[in-house]
């Protein structure tokens, strides 16, 4: 006899290792303002999202938009990709 589904919320993994991230939805016309911020090191990121697809999924899209913002800085400030040169 098959299970019947979980009731309970599934728990995912935030993307790049985050704990936490707040989320911040404002409508705008037809379409959503996400706003995703890391409250450990205030990086924040905007998108706009059609909200026909979730906040499930516009969630993950901002989450994995903030990881990939975090790791870009971290890379910049060890001195990686810097494109400078000295002369």
Known sequence: ???PPSS??????LPGG????????RPVGNIL???AID???G??????ADPRYGEEAIKRLAARK?????????GSQSGENSGDMLV
């Open 1 to 3: 006899m098959a299970r």
């Open 8 to 13: 309970k919320p599934r728990k995912t993994a």
């Open 33 to 35: 303002r996400v706003t």
């Open 66 to 74: 903030l990881a990939y913002v975090i790791s870009k800085k971290k």
């Open 43 to 48: 990086t924040e990121v905007i998108m706009v």
């Open 18 to 25: 985050l704990q936490e991230i707040l989320f911040e939805f």
């Open 39 to 41: 409250p450990k090191t």
